[in-house]
């Protein structure tokens, strides 16, 4: 039986490195914001193995921190969320049945067990006594609720793909359901702790006020500006959160962030340069938090529209990634080298076979003539607030020279990007958050019918993989099943990943009890549950 149950709670030109300071939000504009709001006071927050030992939680207080999303598009809906900025701020309202540790462990939430002696029928049995904002009591009807909705189209959720699975759901009682699944699913207690997933009231149809159960109480949300949320004094997490009010800003201006921060305005913020880094660290005020991720910045070629529909180009553009190259001078060694698979090489299924192809500009030219593409020219879209891009696709260019292929790189304002530019065009690149699974990460992004399928590709033997090692228990079985997916994922697909992306968070030492984790930036998007301020 499947038993979930715990009831305790690279050298290159100067002008390709240099810091891109494009923004929505200017550094005047931020001031005028922050002064709009009371002034920081003292305050903690805190969590029991995630302070020092000689840390005592101070309480109260209010800490602001910043994000590198903000855009009108900002959601208080878990089945719209779609970058770091909307997972933190519904971590601030909503929890989930379940959640990661910094281990990347599922652990209890809201459910207090779930278990499955299939991997089709599962029995989760819900924590009592948990209250919604407004008082209402968590019942199996909003579990039935938040999870449903995803399957229904009219929601066009970024889940449906994942909700697929759904096959019925039905309440036992108040507080337990039975959710059965269409095919074997041993990682579901991962995926229920994803933010699309977070639960909701039934019947929710408006999330402007961010009713949940979670650490906070929307207080203000202005999309594109602000998030304001208040202690919720019935958590039922004893002892959390530490803070009495966190003010969450959207500052897609990496500069101003900075500035902001080692100014005194705000105590953490997201999404840190690797110049920001060696700025950040000359101060003894000041830290920064690294961690080793499954995040990267990848280059998109679609390979249902020309010229990525020639496999030979799409491989003469793998020849022309400079990985080794980002690592050093865009990320400053703050990233690992990549294979171009979604695949981190610190992850127990990773395939360590399958070896990144070095810079080659003569193999390069050898696939851009087989492909009837020389001198040809071929435009790649790049956006700021997308590390690496700006300079990953210029490099590219530079190196495409002596491959017999002329690049022109665009730049387009990050404000509509995902919107209007990512997975439209033909050569562009994208940004993906780590997953706590593989399966989750193939089914959004690589299925042939995934709702981000970025690059268009579809491969019948992959898909068929993917549902295949969902229910399979055996780990050397499960493990040869993920490594022949990775390897047509090297050898067929169109999105070409160099490097992955250490998170690097900055944060002023007055805060306490914050550490790496790799789920996500900003201590997995929870920093808020967690870290305090101290006098």
């Given at each position: 039986m499947s038993k979930f149950d715990n009831n305790d709670a690279d050298a290159v030109n100067p002008a390709l490195t240099r810091m891109i300071t494009e923004g929505s939000l200017s550094r005047r504009s931020l001031m005028k914001i922050l002064s709009a709001g009371a002034v920081m006071s003292s305050g903690l927050v805190g969590f029991s193995g995630a302070a020092l030992a000689d840390d005592t939680p101070v309480k109260g207080g209010k800490?602001?921190?910043?994000?590198?999303?903000?855009?009108?598009?900002?959601?208080?809906?878990?089945?719209?969320?779609?970058?770091?900025?909307?997972?933190?701020?519904?971590?601030?309202?909503?929890?989930?049945?379940?959640?990661?540790?910094?281990?990347?462990?599922?652990?209890?939430?809201?459910?207090?067990?779930?278990?499955?002696?299939?991997?089709?029928?599962?029995?989760i049995k819900l924590r009592k006594g948990v209250t919604f904002h407004d008082g209402k009591p968590l019942t199996a009807k909003d579990v039935i609720f938040s999870l449903s909705r995803h399957k229904d189209p009219a929601i066009a959720s970024i889940a449906f793909k994942l909700a697929d699975q759904?096959?019925?759901?039905?309440?036992?009682?108040?507080?337990?359901?039975?959710?059965?699944?269409?095919?074997?699913?041993?990682?579901?207690?991962?995926?229920?702790?994803?933010?699309?997933?977070?639960?909701?009231?039934?019947?929710?149809?408006?999330?402007?006020?961010?009713?949940?159960?979670?650490?906070?109480?929307?207080?203000?949300?202005?999309?594109?500006t602000r998030t304001i949320g208040t202690k919720?004094?019935?958590?039922?997490?004893?002892?959390?959160?530490?803070?009495?009010?966190?003010?969450?800003?959207?500052?897609?201006?990496?500069?101003?962030?900075?500035?902001?921060l080692m100014s005194g305005d705000l105590q953490m913020v997201s999404t840190l340069t690797a110049a920001d880094c060696k700025r950040i660290k000359a101060s003894s005020e000041f830290g920064v938090l690294e961690s080793k991720s499954g995040m990267y910045t990848n280059l998109i070629i679609r390979t249902d529209v020309k010229p990525g529909n020639n496999e030979d180009f799409v491989l003469a553009m793998k020849y022309l990634q400079p990985r080794e190259m980002l690592v050093k001078t865009v990320l400053q060694g703050y990233g690992d080298v990549s294979n171009d698979t979604p695949v981190p090489p610190?992850?127990?299924?990773?395939?360590?076979?399958?070896?990144?192809?070095?810079?080659?500009?003569?193999?390069?030219?050898?696939?851009?003539?087989?492909?009837?593409?020389?001198?040809?020219?071929?435009?790649?879209?790049?956006?700021?607030?997308i590390e690496g891009a700006n300079e990953g696709g210029q490099m590219i260019q530079q190196m495409a020279r002596g491959a017999g292929l002329n690049i022109k790189v665009r730049r387009v304002p990050y404000d509509g990007y995902w919107s209007s530019h990512w997975m439209k065009d033909p050569v562009g690149y994208g940004s993906i958050n780590p997953r706590p699974t593989l399966d989750m990460?193939?089914?959004?992004?690589?299925?042939?019918?995934?709702?981000?399928?970025?690059?268009?590709?579809?491969?019948?033997?992959?898909?068929?993989?993917?549902v295949t090692a969902r229910g399979e228990r055996d780990q050397a079985k499960r493990k040869q099943m993920y490594g022949d997916m990775q390897a047509l994922i090297y050898d067929h697909c169109g999105t070409l990943i160099?490097?992955?992306?250490?998170?690097?968070?900055?944060?002023?030492?007055?805060?306490?009890?914050?550490?790496a984790w790799p789920s996500g930036m900003m201590m997995g998007y929870r920093f808020h549950e967690f870290a305090w301020l101290s006098a």
């Open positions: 800490m602001r921190a910043a994000m590198s999303n903000s855009s009108a598009t900002d959601t208080l809906d878990p089945a719209k969320s779609n970058n770091s900025a909307d997972y933190t701020r519904q971590f601030m309202f909503y929890s989930g049945l379940t959640e990661l540790d910094k281990n990347l462990m599922a652990q209890p939430a809201l459910a207090e067990s779930l278990d499955s002696s299939d991997g089709i029928t599962w029995h759904f096959k019925t759901f039905s309440a036992v009682n108040d507080n337990e359901v039975q959710l059965e699944l269409n095919s074997a699913n041993f990682d579901v207690p991962y995926m229920l702790a994803t933010p699309p997933f977070l639960i909701v009231k039934d019947g929710t149809t408006d999330f402007s006020k961010g009713i949940g159960t979670g650490p906070f109480v929307c207080k203000t949300f202005m999309p594109g919720n004094p019935n958590y039922y997490k004893p002892g959390l959160p530490h803070l009495d009010e966190v003010e969450l800003i959207g500052v897609t201006d990496g500069a101003a962030r900075v500035n902001a610190w992850h127990p299924l990773y395939n360590a076979d399958l070896k990144p192809r070095a810079l080659d500009i003569e193999k390069a030219k050898f696939h851009i003539k087989k492909a009837g593409m020389a001198g040809a020219t071929v435009e790649i879209i790049t956006t700021p607030n990460l193939f089914s959004q992004f690589y299925l042939s019918t995934a709702p981000n399928n970025e690059s268009g590709w579809k491969n019948p033997q992959f898909d068929q993989l993917v160099p490097t992955f992306i250490s998170s690097t968070d900055g944060y002023s030492k007055k805060v306490k009890g914050v550490e």
